[in-house]
């Protein structure tokens, strides 16, 4: 299946040859929608003030009219709303099915790896009680807080080896490595992940969402893992904090759709560390033409949600920035590609890491509601942060 809509025809290309083809400082993004690698820069994207989503597509019709065949734009946004945007019209893109059968690459061991928490386990902990503090004013209903591991090597980090192993450990995610180099950076900065978390995907004038919220870690033994789904399918806990996300994503999608489907309940989302309550929303745009309704334009409407920022979100996003010891950056972002016809996908940027030469930041977040436990929290977050320990090698540090 093709990534593109586009009438055009276009090379074929197998999704290990691209995975393949990656190097440091490329794009890639692949979903059970297909593949994309894109490489060069023909133009940035260069927010005017305006709607991110009409700058992109005039910063498109530009790079057509240059000759560019089918321009795309590809990148990350970041979590806050005053966030810098790393979005780009790419000189050259490849595209391909969805990876399967793609082989584990082998490892580079690094010695001496340094690890420093962001806060300390317990900061997080008091971090969790001052947000139920919050909630139990009537502040808040929902935040999710995040923290951070740093991890330094002794040798810069291979990308490509990561990304790879990244894929290969969970092909049906929404893998991505994306350049997010600032000015100054002395050496490339690439955000790299595997999302289980859809945040929206437009293939003409269907739309689809798929948020996620209410987790539970998972253990690798059967009957353990079925009592686990069993008691998140019926925690109150969970069901409360997963309707904030799925009832807000419904309700702005509704601002653009018509017959919008969203489930009655939600169903069970495994990934190879994590379960999560999962609802799959989806709807028809009534005016398809619309830049605020191409993919771009729903996720930065959509963004962010109540699965990595909270409720009331403009409240929640101010107890993030006052709580967390460290910027987000482009965790909890999103991630993904925008065509000229408006189509395209994004994920939610999370089990994902920033690489800067030999430091890897690795990110992850639990959702605080009245009930929550500031203990489940940091157990909660330990255990997401092992999808990027696992590509790395590091699975003794969860």
């Known amino acids: 299946m093709s990534i593109s809509t586009s009438a055009r025809p276009h090379p074929v290309y197998e999704a290990a040859d691209l995975l393949a083809a990656y190097l440091t400082g490329s794009f890639y993004f692949s979903s059970p929608r297909g593949t994309m690698l894109a490489d060069g820069v023909h133009s940035r994207v260069a927010p005017a003030g305006g709607p991110l989503a009409e700058t992109a597509a005039r910063t498109m019709d530009a790079a057509a009219l240059a000759g560019v065949p089918d321009p795309v734009v590809v990148g990350a946004v970041g979590f806050r709303p005053e966030a810098e945007a790393s979005l780009v019209v790419p000189a050259v893109v490849r595209r391909a099915g969805a990876p399967e059968h793609i082989q584990v690459p082998d490892l580079h061991t690094h010695e001496g790896w340094q690890v420093r928490p962001?806060?300390?386990?317990?900061?997080?902990?008091?971090?969790?009680?001052?947000?139920?503090?919050?909630?139990?004013?009537?502040?808040?209903?929902k935040v999710v807080l995040a923290r951070c591991l740093e991890l330094t090597a002794d040798a810069p980090v291979w990308v490509p080896t990561l990304l790879s192993r990244l894929v290969c450990g969970n092909p049906s995610a929404y893998a991505?490595?994306?350049?997010?180099?600032?000015?100054?950076?002395?050496?490339?900065?690439?955000?790299?992940?595997?999302?289980?978390?859809?945040?929206?995907?437009?293939?003409?004038?269907?739309?689809?969402?798929?948020?996620?919220?209410?987790s539970t870690p998972r253990s690798g033994d059967e009957a353990l893992d079925r009592e686990r789904v069993a008691r998140l399918r019926n925690s109150a806990k969970d069901l409360g904090e997963h309707a904030h996300t799925a009832g807000q994503v419904a309700e702005v999608l509704g601002r653009f759709c018509t017959d919008l489907e969203v489930l009655d309940s939600p169903e069970v989302l495994g990934t190879p560390t994590m379960w999560h309550l999962s609802t799959r929303i989806t709807g028809r745009l009534r005016d398809a033409a619309d830049p605020a309704a191409s993919s771009l334009g729903l996720a930065q409407a959509l963004h962010p949600t109540p699965a990595v920022g909270g409720v009331p979100t403009a409240g929640a996003v101010d107890a993030i920035a006052e709580i967390e010891a460290q910027d987000r950056g482009f965790y909890a972002g999103m991630v993904g590609w925008n065509d000229r016809h408006g189509d395209g996908e994004w994920a939610v940027t999370i089990r994902s890491a920033e690489v800067y030469d030999r430091t890897v930041r690795i990110f992850a977040g639990a959702g605080v509601v009245a009930g929550s436990s500031p203990e489940a929290e940091l157990a909660e977050t330990t255990a997401k942060f092992r999808t990027l320990l696992k590509a790395l090698g590091l699975e003794e540090l969860a």
Not at 184 to 204: C, I
């Open 118 to 141: 962001v806060p300390e386990p317990e900061g997080y902990v008091e971090g969790v009680r001052r947000a139920l503090d919050l909630i139990r004013d009537e502040q808040l209903r």
């Open 176 to 214: 991505f490595a994306a350049d997010v180099t600032a000015p100054g950076d002395g050496a490339s900065r690439t955000l790299v992940g595997a999302s289980p978390e859809l945040l929206v995907s437009r293939r003409g004038a269907t739309v689809t969402a798929n948020p996620l919220a209410g």
